[in-house]
């Protein structure tokens, strides 16, 4: 077993962008860190104005990636952002309820008409699994507002998806990001490592990820038969599905919640 995979062993954790490293730009999708999305997370549309090879080549300075310096070739998590324009100038006064979609779609838009962004908001931080638990995914947060700030932004944003609110997702993401434990910080636990990191909470953004497809795609997605029109509960979702035998399709609309990091 490599010396990594133990979770006994002491991590020499280094993280760098891809564009220290754009040789681990194939090890960045192993599918370790892919599956450690719900299959039906993976067929966002919207991801492709990212993600896709044609685009992801600009975001390089915005993904980051962390490995054992002990084995630098196999990434251990992987950390995306995109640079943005935010305020009047870009007619953009509040942050959109359209959440991580409208991030991105603001951030496509902003790089085609070359426009210089003033924030950052970040996507995802995803942890190999046979290391999770190690506070590996507060390093990479922590990292993330130390790459936005060498780049010269004073403001990082992040639609975040609550660890824990898929135990919950009859409970109205409102009521479930106002919880907090007796020391004042959030019941959550991904929503309190924002918030010891310096991220306030600004608000939640009701249609964040919307996820559509036929009955037999959800049903290669989840497994599930999807044989019942209405709400269906899907491991890994946030909120219930919603569900259209007639119509032949489902339609999954994630809320998350966005925090705001000011940076020194």
Not at 129 to 141: E, F, H
Not at 215 to 222: A, K, P
Not at 233 to 238: C, D, I, Q
């Amino acid at each position: 077993m490599p010396r990594w995979l133990d979770r006994r062993a002491f991590l020499n954790l280094k993280v760098v962008s891809l564009t220290e490293r754009p040789d681990l730009e194939a090890a960045m999708w192993a599918d370790e860190l892919v599956s450690a999305w719900p299959e039906f997370m993976l067929h966002d549309p919207t991801a492709n104005l990212y993600f896709s090879p044609s685009r992801l080549e600009r975001f390089h300075d915005y993904i980051l990636l962390a490995f054992d310096q002990g084995q630098p070739d196999t990434v251990l998590a992987r950390g995306c952002s995109v640079p943005f324009g935010f305020g009047p100038e870009f007619r953009r006064l509040e942050l959109p309820n359209g959440g991580w979609d409208t991030v991105v779609r603001w951030a496509d838009g902003d790089a085609l008409l070359g426009r210089i962004p003033n924030a950052v908001s970040a996507l995802e931080i995803v942890v190999h699994p046979k290391v999770s638990g190690q506070g590996i995914s507060a390093q990479m947060l922590s990292a993330m507002r130390a790459n936005a700030a060498r780049l010269g932004f004073k403001d990082l944003f992040a639609p975040v998806r609550p660890s824990q609110k898929h135990t919950e997702p009859r409970t109205p993401m409102g009521e479930y990001a106002r919880r907090t434990r007796a020391d004042g910080l959030p019941a959550d636990p991904w929503l309190r490592v924002h918030a010891r990191a310096g991220g306030t909470v600004v608000k939640v953004a009701p249609y964040s990820m919307t996820i559509a497809g036929t009955l037999d795609d959800w049903r290669g997605w989840t497994g599930l038969p999807f044989d019942t029109d209405g709400e269906t509960l899907v491991p890994g979702a946030l909120v219930p599905v919603h569900v259209s035998l007639a119509q032949d399709h489902a339609v999954y609309v994630e809320p998350n919640v966005w925090m705001h990091h000011r940076l020194a």
